[in-house]
C-alpha cells in the first residue's frame, strides 16, 4: 500500500475507524494528514468535526476542513432535496469529488480510508446482488493511481468494526459514537445487518466472503483496477469524470452552488506547482 516516505492523507469523519487509521498510520512513521468534510448535517457533522480536530490538536497534526456550505454553498440535505437524489447518493458523490481533488492538489501519494472488513463485506454483497461488474472489478484494497485519479488505499480492511472499535479504547481516542441520522433506510446498512445474521450463525463467513473474492473471483472481474472507460476532465473543475461535466459540477448546477475552484495552481499544503491546464498533475 504504501512506501517509506510517502505522504499520506486520510479521510477523516471523526468516527473510529479513520482515527483509529490515522493513529496506526502515525504509529508506522508515516507522515500523515488529514482532511474532514462537513456535511452540514446538523450537529451530526459539528460533533464529527469536533472529534476529528480534538485528536488532530492533541497530536499536533495538520487537519484540513472543507465545509461544503461556505464553500460550495449547499449541504447534503439542500443537495439531496435539489437533486432528488437519496442523501447517501448526494454524499457519497461529493466526498469522492473532494477526497480525490484534495488528494491531487495536495500531491499525496496515497489517500487512505478507513473502510473495515464489516463495511467491504457489505459493499460485496450490494455489488454482488446487482451483478455491477464494474464496480466488482474494482472493489480491492488498493487502486492503483491513474486516470486522473490519485492512488487509494483501504489499510483496515483485514479489521472489523469491533476491532477498530477496542483499539480506540486501548489507545483513549475519543470518537463520534452517533450515526448519521439521514443513515435511515441506506441500503448499506441492511446489508450490514444481514450479514451479521450470517456471521452469528457462521463466524468467519464475513473474512471468507471478502477475501475469498479478492483470491478466486476478482480476476473474473477485473481491469487491473484502472477505470473501465476512458476517463474525461470536467470542462468546468478539470476533475476525471465519464462526461463533459463531472458528476459533481452537474449536482452543483442543480442545487444552485458555487462551482470548485479550477484545477490545480495552489496545493493544500499552501505552496504553488505549476499547473498543467485541466488534470495536469492527475498522472492522466
Ligand atoms: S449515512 Fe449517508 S448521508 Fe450520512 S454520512 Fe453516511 S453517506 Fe453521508
Same mark, same amino acid.
Given at each position: 500500500m504504501f512506501s517509506p516516505g510517502d505522504r499520506i492523507l486520510v479521510a477523516v469523519s471523526g468516527g473510529k475507524d479513520s482515527l483509529a487509521l490515522w493513529d496506526i498510520l502515525l504509529e508506522l512513521g508515516y507522515d500523515v494528514d488529514g482532511l474532514f468534510v462537513n $456535511?452540514?448535517? &446538523?450537529d451530526y457533522s459539528s460533533d464529527s468535526g469536533h472529534f476529528a480536530w480534538k485528536f488532530a490538536e492533541a497530536r499536533g497534526l495538520k487537519l484540513r476542513t472543507i465545509d461544503l456550505r461556505s464553500e460550495f454553498n449547499f449541504d447534503i440535505p439542500a443537495g439531496s432535496r435539489a437533486a432528488r437524489r437519496a442523501p447517501c447518493s448526494v454524499c457519497g458523490l461529493s466526498k469522492r469529488h473532494l477526497f480525490d481533488d484534495a488528494a491531487l492538489r495536495g500531491n499525496y501519494n496515497a489517500l487512505a480510508t478507513g473502510h473495515n472488513l464489516d463495511d467491504e463485506a457489505a459493499v460485496l454483497l450490494g455489488n454482488v446482488l446487482r451483478w455491477e461488474h464494474e464496480y466488482l472489478g474494482r472493489q480491492r484494497p488498493v487502486l492503483q493511481a491513474g486516470g486522473g485519479f490519485p492512488k487509494k488505499v483501504k489499510p483496515l480492511v483485514r479489521l472489523a468494526e469491533r476491532e477498530t472499535a477496542a483499539y480506540c479504547v486501548l489507545r483513549g481516542i475519543e470518537y463520534m459514537l452517533e450515526e448519521c *441520522? $439521514?443513515?435511515?433506510?441506506n441500503r448499506h446498512l441492511a446489508y450490514k445487518e444481514a450479514l451479521n445474521g450470517i456471521e452469528d450463525r457462521s463466524p468467519g463467513v464475513k473474512h471468507s466472503f471478502y477475501f475469498g473474492f479478492q483470491d478466486r473471483s476478482l480476476p473474473l472481474f477485473? #481491469?487491473? &483496477? &484502472? *477505470?473501465t472507460t476512458k476517463p474525461i476532465s470536467c470542462e468546468r473543475c478539470g476533475a476525471s469524470g465519464n462526461g463533459q461535466v463531472c458528476a459533481f459540477c452537474r449536482l452543483l448546477e442543480r442545487t444552485g452552488g458555487n462551482l470548485p =475552484?479550477?484545477?490545480? =495552481?495552489? #496545493?493544500i499544503r499552501g505552496t504553488k506547482s505549476v499547473a498543467n491546464g485541466h488534470g495536469g498533475n492527475r498522472h492522466g
Open positions: $456535511l452540514g448535517i &446538523g *441520522p $439521514l443513515a435511515e433506510g477485473t #481491469n487491473d &483496477g &484502472g *477505470p =475552484s479550477p484545477p490545480a =495552481s495552489v #496545493n
